[in-house]
């Protein structure tokens, strides 16, 4: 597996200890001007607004949680994929231009273009087509008794997802072809959900794409069939095009 482009953790970490101090200083002057408002009333204001501002800080803790458990997934997926050979080259954390939102990772191989969409959720998801949920158990009542039925609490679709980054990819690759004889081959971008956490318990009813667990990820792409194969000289033009044009 050949790296073409890595993604910039330090630069999400960066942002995330950013986000926990400024957090930090916003409710340490919230505390300050609270004890002032007791002395001097017209601090009120003050503190009102640099409230809104701490309470606006805190969701940012909130999403630094996410990006975190996101980092950790992507870099276990890099990690994995490197049982591919060096035929396969790989481009994580791409944002195409202009801003399409990002595709976690991108395989290009001669057996065919893929856009992994990685998740890293703990518990129990389920899935019926283009529609998952996660699935939590009420608390059972003191006495035992048995187990009540799951609650399903919708989830954004994660196949929907994963299809409109595959076909941002291939409008993308199409549009962006200045190579006269790269213009008439056919592009085919395989989507791919690939969950990172092995305890993870899935409920799956015909997912419309590819849903594999993390060890299954390299297996899949070395079997994926395609009458379109790719040369070696067309992935590396792809992938010229693509670092190109991605942003970040």
Excluded at 52 to 58: P, T
Excluded at 150 to 165: C, G, T
Aim: proline share 4%.
């Amino acid at each position: 597996m050949q790296v073409l482009k890595e993604t910039n953790y330090e630069y999400m970490e960066v942002k995330i200890k950013r986000n926990r101090k400024l957090a930090l200083l916003s409710f340490l002057v919230c505390f300050i001007l609270f004890l002032l408002t007791l002395i001097f009333p017209l601090c009120l204001l003050g503190f009102i607004i640099t409230l809104f501002i701490a309470l606006g800080y805190l969701g940012r803790l909130s999403r630094n949680f996410s990006w975190k458990k996101g980092i950790a997934g992507e870099k276990e997926v890099t990690m994995t994929l490197q049982e591919l050979d060096n035929s396969y080259y790989l481009l994580n954390d791409v944002v195409l231009y202009p801003k399409h939102g990002n595709i976690d990772h991108i395989v290009l191989g001669q057996n065919g273009i893929f856009a992994i969409e990685t998740k890293n959720y703990k518990g129990e998801i389920g899935c019926k087509e283009d529609e998952w949920y996660l699935l939590t158990y009420p608390a059972k009542k003191r006495g035992g008794g048995r187990r009540k039925r799951p609650v399903k609490k919708p989830l954004p679709s994660i196949s929907k997802q994963a299809k409109r980054n595959a076909t941002t990819l291939k409008n993308f690759i199409e549009k962006h072809i200045e190579d006269v004889n790269l213009k008439t081959r056919q592009i085919d971008v395989n989507s791919i959900v690939a969950f990172v956490d092995p305890n993870l318990e899935l409920k799956l009813r015909k997912p419309t794409v590819e849903v594999l667990r993390l060890f299954e990820l390299p297996e899949s792409i070395k079997k994926a069939k395609t009458d379109n194969r790719l040369s070696d000289q067309e992935l590396k033009a792809f992938g010229t095009l693509i670092l190109k044009y991605s942003i970040g």
